[in-house]
C-alpha cells in the first residue's frame, strides 16, 4: 500500500527566502502524489498533483514539486515565500489503491 | 460552481451520544469521502461512498456508518461516542470518473468539528 512520510512538522522562512517542504513515498506501484494546502479553519485544497509524464509539477501560488524515482521523493518547493503562505502542508499518495494516504503535514511558518 | 459544504461546522457531545454529520458534494461528483483530523495530525480515511454504496473502508470501527443519497449528498453517523473521537471531521467529493481512481483529485469542505465531552 502507498504510505507518505513528511519530514519536519515545522518548516520556519523568513519572508523572501526559499520554501523546501518535504515528501518521501514508499510503494511497489507507480504513485499519485499530491500536495494539498490547509489554512486555518478551513479545508484542504490541492496544490498541485503528479500522476504520469513531466516530473517537475507545477500548481497554484507559485509553489512546484519534483518527482524523483530514484530517491521516492516528492518535495514541494517555491522560490520565494509570502507571508499568505504560512498554513498546514498535507503531501498525499495513491498508489494501487485510489484511496490518497495523507503525510502528517508539516506547518510553514514565515517570518516577516 | 458550487463547492462541498459540511454541516454542522462546529458541535459538542458527551460520550455514549450519537451524531451525525453532513455533506453536499460539488456540483457532478459522484463520489464522497470522510476523513478524520486530529488535531497535529494528517486526514485519516474513514470511508468512499461512490454510487450510494460504499467503496471502500479504512480502519474505522462498525460505529462510523454512513450514506450516500441519489444526489450523491453523503452523511457520517458516529454511534457510541468517545473521547477520542473529537476531531475535525472532513468531507471530500472527487471528480466524475466512470470508477474511482487515485488519480482524482479530492475537493474538500471546511470541516465539522466535534469535541466529546
Known amino acids: 500500500a502507498q504510505s507518505v512520510t513528511q519530514l519536519g512538522s515545522h518548516v520556519s522562512v523568513s519572508e523572501g527566502a526559499l520554501v523546501l517542504l518535504r515528501c518521501n513515498y514508499s510503494s511497489s506501484v507507480p504513485p499519485y502524489l499530491f500536495w494539498y494546502v490547509q489554512y486555518p479553519n478551513q479545508g484542504l485544497q490541492l496544490l498541485l498533483k503528479y500522476t504520469t509524464g513531466a516530473t517537475l509539477v507545477k500548481g497554484i501560488n507559485g509553489f512546484e514539486a519534483e518527482f524523483k524515482k530514484s530517491e521516492t521523493s516528492f518535495h514541494l518547493t517555491k522560490p520565494s515565500a509570502h507571508m499568505s503562505d504560512a498554513a498546514e502542508y498535507f503531501c498525499a499518495g495513491s498508489g494501487g489503491s485510489y484511496i490518497p494516504t495523507f503525510g502528517r503535514g508539516t506547518s510553514l511558518i514565515v517570518h516577516p | 460552481e458550487t463547492g462541498v459544504t459540511q454541516s454542522p461546522t462546529h458541535l459538542i457531545k458527551t460520550r455514549g451520544q450519537q451524531v451525525t454529520l453532513r455533506c453536499s458534494s460539488q456540483?457532478?461528483?459522484?463520489?464522497v469521502s470522510w476523513y478524520q483530523q486530529a488535531l497535529g495530525q494528517g486526514p485519516q480515511f474513514i470511508f468512499q461512498y461512490y454510487r450510494e454504496e460504499e467503496n471502500g473502508r479504512g480502519n474505522f470501527p462498525p460505529r462510523f456508518s454512513g450514506l450516500q443519497f441519489p444526489n450523491y449528498s453523503s452523511e457520517l453517523n458516529v454511534n457510541a461516542l468517545e473521547l477520542d473521537d473529537s476531531a475535525l471531521y472532513l468531507c471530500a467529493s472527487s471528480t466524475p470518473a466512470r470508477v474511482p481512481s487515485g488519480a482524482n483529485v479530492l475537493t474538500f469542505g471546511a470541516g465539522s468539528r466535534l469535541t466529546v465531552l
Open positions: 456540483s457532478g461528483h459522484n463520489t
